[in-house]
Structure formats: structure tokens, C-alpha cells
């Protein structure tokens, strides 16, 4: 199993940036998908989640400003990230809980990153 995050890059503040980060390998099913960053010199944190069924929660600091989603036919989690602020600069992770058959363990996988830049 691999996830593959992409788009993200270097914007000015108040700009916007979409997460897109793909599963793909043997998979059976997909519970939650997470996004989390990580900031130099800071411990990774959690910034939005979203169950199988839709259901999201979010980090205070980006309420109202991201928006996390997943299409499950494409094993699929996206952060719309808008209105972005230079403190939103990190490197962002995403994170599933993947069972790759009917009778496996659910297991947490991670992609590889993608740098955000916010510039002021």
C-alpha cells in the first residue's frame, strides 16, 4: 500500500492551495484519512480527519479556513486550504487506516509529504 500526496507549493498569504493524496495497492477498505503538518521545529499535529462515512473534525487553528474530503471510489483525501496564513507553512502528511483484506488488521499508513510555503 503507498499514498502519494501532491499540490503543495509556494503561495502569498490569503492564497489558496488544494491537498490531494491518493492510496493505491492492495486494498480492501479504508476507514479514516487524516491530514497532519509539520513545522520546523515543531512536533507533527493533526489538522483535519474524515471518517468513511463524512464525518470531519478539524484543528482549531484552520476551522473555517480548510476543508478536508475523500472520494472513496479513488481512495482519495483532499484539503481545500484556503485564506492561508504564513504559520500554516509546513510540511503536510497524510495518513489512512487501511485493511488490505476482508480478514487483516487495520493498519495506519502514511505518504510522504508535500511542503507548503506561505509567504507574507
Known amino acids: 500500500v503507498q499514498l502519494q500526496a501532491s499540490g503543495g507549493g509556494l503561495v502569498q498569504a490569503g492564497e489558496s492551495l488544494r491537498l490531494s493524496c491518493a492510496a493505491s495497492?492492495?486494498?480492501?477498505?479504508?476507514?479514516?484519512m487524516d491530514w497532519y503538518r509539520q513545522a520546523p521545529g515543531k512536533q507533527r499535529e493533526l489538522v483535519a480527519g474524515?471518517?468513511?462515512?463524512?464525518?470531519?473534525n478539524y484543528a482549531d487553528s484552520v476551522k473555517g479556513r480548510f476543508t478536508i474530503s475523500r472520494d472513496n471510489a479513488k481512495n482519495t483525501v483532499y484539503l481545500q486550504m484556503n485564506s492561508l496564513k504564513p504559520e500554516d507553512t509546513a510540511v503536510y502528511y497524510c495518513?489512512?487506516?487501511?485493511?488490505?483484506?476482508?480478514?487483516?488488521?487495520?493498519?495506519?499508513?502514511w505518504g510522504q509529504g508535500t511542503l507548503v510555503t506561505v509567504s507574507s
Open positions: 495497492g492492495s486494498i480492501f477498505s479504508i476507514n479514516g
Open positions: 474524515i471518517t468513511r462515512g463524512g464525518n470531519t
Open positions: 495518513n489512512a487506516i487501511i485493511a488490505t483484506s476482508r480478514l487483516s488488521v487495520l493498519r495506519s499508513y
